[in-house]
């Protein structure tokens, strides 16, 4: 296997983007990174592109080759994948694209995601983000992705003593993280209180305990090591991209208050990158509704189970903390444009590592990225490395 870096990255804004179209968001993020990478586009031998659920939001399959066609490159006839994994499809797309330039079949490669959410409707588009959990026996029966997040939520503060108050501080962590970073949805700050004063999606959940439905596409280029210093003197290196997949349904999981997928994937991807938990130095986290974000600080291993909030409670976890996650401002405070989060997470840490964040810049060499699918039933856990 050979090694593979990321030699470009380029991002949308996200947010509800009335006037911008599908192919508005997804040419600016393209065109943002093989600037960045100082590419042309004909340097490109494959795409794969992370989105969850094109042919419901915009009445458009074929996105793979809809894409190449927009970005110009369907004369030169390079193979174009769409990728679909619930709200894993980016992270699993980017996956797709490490394997391809791992194993020696391509050289540069594009993994991208999108998603162009808010044209159908908030009715249509919680709708269709519950279709990620199991339709058969969960959402046929009423449980949105809110209510199987609460019910985890619940569980969790009657097991472990968590209070809403925990879950509030993620939120305003991931808000305040946003107000530095010019591409997200929500810069602004709120407070504890104000989460706390905000009406019940599924108790014990509130509004501001819930990451919004965002329009948004996200692009970063691999190549191999060879191309890589062809092209820049600062490549961040993926170590490791690791998948599992879980039951998709709540009931049938081993443990409620425990991601399997995120669990098992992690550790595969510790072990390929050759370190432990503690070697992160920066982490952004799947935050689709604040309870997930503690239990990822446990199932990725930052902390035993049960005891995640105290992270959140310690300041350990913020910005200029020990270990800070979400930088970005998370799925909560960026927006959660489905099928390009698992991208655009990518995109922050690179940025993060090549020291060019801004004013959310931390000190890291090494970060990870963790993309679930639904209510955990697909992870991907991506490890970078500055070497």
Known sequence: MRKVAIIGVGCSKFGELWDLSFRDIVISAGIEALEDAGLEGKEIEAIYIGNMSGGRYLYQEHISALIADYAGLAELHIPSTRVEAGDASGGLALRQAYMAVASGMHDIVIAAGAEKVTDVGSEIAMDIMSSSADREWEVFCGATLPALYAMIARLHMEKFGTKPEDLAMVSVKNHKNATLNPKAQFRREITVEDVLNSPYVAEPLRL????????????????????????????????????????????????????????????????????????????????????????????????????????????????????PVNPSGGLKGCGHAVGATGIRQAVEIVLQLRGDAGKRQVDAERGLALNIGGTGATAVVTIFERL
């Open 208 to 323: 501001l305990d819930c990451a919004p439905i965002s329009d948004g596409a996200a692009v970063v280029i691999l190549a191999s090591e060879e191309v890589a210093r062809k092209y820049t003197d600062t490549p961040v290196y993926i170590t490791a991209c690791c998948q599992a997949s879980d039951y998709i349904a709540l009931h049938s999981r081993r443990d409620l208050l425990t991601m399997d997928a995120v669990v098992y994937a992690s550790r595969q991807a510790y072990k390929k990158a050759g370190i432990e938990p503690k070697d992160i130095d920066v982490v952004e986290v799947h935050d689709s509704f604040t309870i997930a974000e503690i239990l990822a600080y446990e199932d990725l291993g930052f902390v035993e189970k049960g005891k995640g909030a105290e992270l959140i409670r310690e300041g350990i976890t913020s910005l200029d903390g020990e270990l």
